[in-house]
């Protein structure tokens, strides 16, 4: 099992540009989220997807979208991109639904530079 | 607000000795706390969870307690090793079971 996998690794955009970070988890896991990650910040949750076909804001939404195209994936959407967004994105899922589940896989991250 | 806080950004400890890290929670008692360790350019990886009905849980050189009354989580590493070197972070359950609210994390370095 791969477990979850992000891609890109690396990205520069400039200020406006739009981008899409991609997640797949192969666990068969209900649930998903996107972190972003600032020095001093911690982890910070932007979207989730509790199961398929829901998605759900967190703490810092603005300036993205998501998309839980099914079971497996589940996607962010950057669509102007601004410095502020410069960031460690991190992709994760749980397999929800009895407590003793409620550890999160992580991603390897994406590493979003906007200049 | 659900805050979590991890009150040491730093800690140096010797090889061979207990690690002790924080973590303080505001309002009311979380359904369970996680702990989580993160190395350099990696994502978390989840270490362990205990629950609010729980005063200790142990996985080998592993121990976390949960003090409701203090609202406080210890994380313990026995006889710590360099390669025990990460950040730890913790983590609290918000808004149900479905999301968690991370700590801003200890940087903990293990001396030879």
């Known amino acids: 099992n791969a477990g979850v996998t992000q891609t890109p690794k690396f990205q520069v955009l400039k200020t406006g540009q739009s981008m899409t970070l991609q997640c797949a988890q192969d666990m068969n896991h209900n649930s998903m989220y996107w972190y972003r990650q600032d020095p001093g910040m911690g982890l910070r949750l932007i979207y989730y997807s509790a199961s398929e076909g829901t998605t759900d804001k967190g703490e810092v939404p603005n300036g993205y979208n998501v998309s839980r195209l099914n079971k497996r994936e589940f996607s962010l959407r950057l669509e102007s991109a601004a410095p502020s967004q410069t960031s460690v994105y991190f992709c994760a899922s749980r397999r929800a639904g009895q407590a003793t589940y409620n550890e999160q896989f992580f991603g390897p991250g994406t590493r979003l530079t906007v200049l | ?112």
């Open chain 2, 1 to 112: 607000s659900q805050k979590i806080e991890q009150n040491s950004e730093a800690l140096n400890i010797q090889e061979g000795k207990t690690a002790t890290l924080t973590c303080n929670y505001t309002n009311y008692s979380p359904a369970y706390l996680q702990w989580y360790r993160q190395d350099p350019g990696r994502g978390p990886v989840f270490l362990l969870l205990i629950r609010e009905n729980e005063k200790e849980k142990r996985k080998e050189r592993l121990k976390v307690t949960f003090d409701t009354t203090l609202k406080q989580s210890l994380f313990h590493i026995t006889a710590s090793q360099p390669a025990d070197s990460a950040t730890y972070l913790c983590a609290r359950n918000s808004g149900g079971y479905q999301k968690v609210t991370f700590g801003t994390g200890t940087k903990l370095q293990v001396i030879p």
